[in-house]
């Protein structure tokens, strides 16, 4: 269910889709911290070894005495130059981003991890589940696109971690159809039916809008289930 209240003029331009459900202000921000810490991880792992050399030696140039715990979650991010962003292909939806399908969360890593998923476990529509890190860099954007509707299902859950961005979705029948959607950090979406096969979506660059222009990680889950399934939407 669309609770209407959740949107106002400073965080809405349009009429919000059917389908479209919305929670601004899901995670704490110390579940935030918690959340990009551990995607940052599980990226960081995955990169390259130069980027990886680079992080670490652009770390131990930093005076680390302010605690981590109470540094503000844009400070988790290194600078964009440590990360090794992709342009995307000439054909590409995504540009200036890394990303990974994520089979395992470093829980053992993060004792704050186990209680902010199993909250967000209990938003999702249905059971077997995939899940992806999406960084932007601080001028990365997402072109208009429909997921592949042969690779996911019904509904798509993006967490939105760092910078705030504005979601785009555009009517594929009608592109005066447009609704734009600040997304803050720790706020939670979930596209399903219309919205998710009719509508277009994009994540804009930066811009006077939004505040700030850093980087974004967003957490990305789908429904591995192509067909029919059974959805509840509990936001
Ligand atoms: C995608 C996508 C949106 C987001 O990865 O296909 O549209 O909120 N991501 O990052
Ligand atoms: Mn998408």
Redesign the pocket.
């Known amino acids: 269910m669309l609770s209407k209240r959740l949107f106002s003029p400073a965080n809405l331009r349009g009429t919000v889709p059917s389908d479209f459900h919305f929670v601004p202000d899901f995670f704490s921000v110390s579940e935030q911290r918690t959340l990009l810490s551990a995607a940052l991880e599980r990226l960081d792992a995955a990169g390259n070894r130069r980027f990886q050399k680079k992080r670490k030696y652009f770390r131990s140039s930093l005076n680390t005495s302010a605690s981590i715990c109470e540094a503000p979650l844009s400070e988790l991010f290194l600078p964009d130059d440590c990360y090794e962003f992709l342009q995307g292909h000439y054909d590409g939806v995504?540009h200036k981003y890394r990303e990974m399908h994520l089979t395992s969360w470093p829980t053992a890593e993060f004792p704050g991890l186990v209680p902010a998923l199993s909250r967000l476990q209990s938003l999702l529509p249905s059971s077997n589940i995939q899940t992806?890190l999406?960084h932007l860099a601080s001028d990365g954007e997402?072109l208009p696109?429909v997921?592949n509707v042969s690779a996911s299902g019904r509904w798509i859950l993006?967490v939105?971690l760092g910078s705030d961005r504005i979601?785009r979705l555009e009517s594929c029948a009608n592109p005066d159809e447009v609704a734009e959607i600040l997304?803050p950090s720790g706020s939670i979406y979930i596209q399903s039916d219309t919205v998710r096969y009719q509508y277009k979506?994009s994540?804009l660059r930066n811009s006077a809008f939004t505040n700030g222009a850093g980087q974004r990680m967003?957490i990305?889950i789908r429904n591995k289930q192509i067909r029919a399934g059974h959805l509840v939407i509990k936001i």
Request: hydrophobic residues 50%; proline residues 0%; charged residues 5%.
């Open positions: 995504i992806h999406l997402i696109h997921d993006g939105s979601l997304l979506h994540i967003s990305m």
